[in-house]
């Protein structure tokens, strides 16, 4: 083979095999919106049910 | 020249190993000390949980007993219950946190300080302590308070976190 053709096929290779890396392993960071949304649902009421319970359970006393 | 660069390397290697020992000798000792005030705290609560037991005998109102006794358990559950759904919104926390590009180093700062609050909340047992049949309601009182306040100082932190990481994503 000549040796041109070699140099260009390893080129077209060499692209073939970045562009697939990039495709299969760059996850582009989310959108901050989607993070807000996931970061609300680590809010919660603080543990105020469990202490109204406790009340309940204290009753009698 | 090679005598005086040998006893240089000799001087260094010796050196760095005497500081290693010193550091280990240190890690040693407050793991140690840790380990006793472990040992003294859960000696601690032995003692109360044996006098609550004997105490709790004392109880003649079998009403009253079985309430004390219930929320003796139950103090404990929330606690753990408590402490274990704070421990998983911080997980979450740090995951949502390791998907941020940028400067992170304060929120994941404020996720460990509550993630180390949390862990010695965890660690606590609250017990009742039983003075007489009459004031079982200010005992009991008293213990869910400090309870509720813990927890509540516990949960700030928390917060301050669940902020830190709002922060980062605007």
Same mark, same amino acid.
């Given at each position: 083979?000549?040796? !041109?053709?070699?140099?260009?096929? *390893?080129? #077209?290779? $060499? ?15 989310? !959108?901050?919106?989607?993070?807000? *949304?996931? #970061?609300? $649902? ?20 | ?170």
């Amino acid at each position: 083979m000549k040796k !041109p053709l070699i140099i260009i096929v *390893s080129v #077209l290779l $060499l692209v073939a095999l970045v562009f697939l890396g990039y495709k299969l392993f760059y996850k582009p960071a989310p !959108p901050p919106e989607d993070l807000k *949304s996931e #970061l609300m $649902l680590t809010e919660d009421d603080g543990g105020q049910a469990d202490f109204d319970l406790l009340t309940q359970d204290a009753v009698g006393l | 020249m090679k005598k005086f660069l040998f006893l240089f390397v000799l001087l260094l290697v010796t050196g760095s190993v005497r500081a290693e020992f010193g550091d280990g000798n240190k890690k040693a000792t407050s793991a140690a000390e840790r380990k006793g005030a472990r040992l003294e705290l859960r000696d601690d609560i032995k003692e109360r949980r044996e006098t609550f037991k004997t105490n709790l005998k004392k109880i003649k109102d079998g009403k009253k007993q079985k309430i004390v006794e219930k929320l003796d358990i139950r103090f404990n559950e929330v606690n753990a219950k408590r402490t274990a759904q704070m421990a998983k919104h911080l997980d979450k926390m740090s995951q949502i946190l390791a998907r941020v590009t940028g400067d992170t180093a304060s929120a994941s700062s404020a996720i460990q300080t509550a993630r180390d609050s949390v862990t010695t909340q965890a660690a606590k047992t609250y017990v009742v302590t039983i003075s007489t049949e009459d004031k079982l309601k200010m005992d009991v009182g008293k213990v869910r308070s400090q309870l509720e306040a813990d927890l509540k100082s516990v949960n700030e932190l928390v917060i301050s976190a669940r902020k830190a990481v709002q922060a980062t994503l605007k």
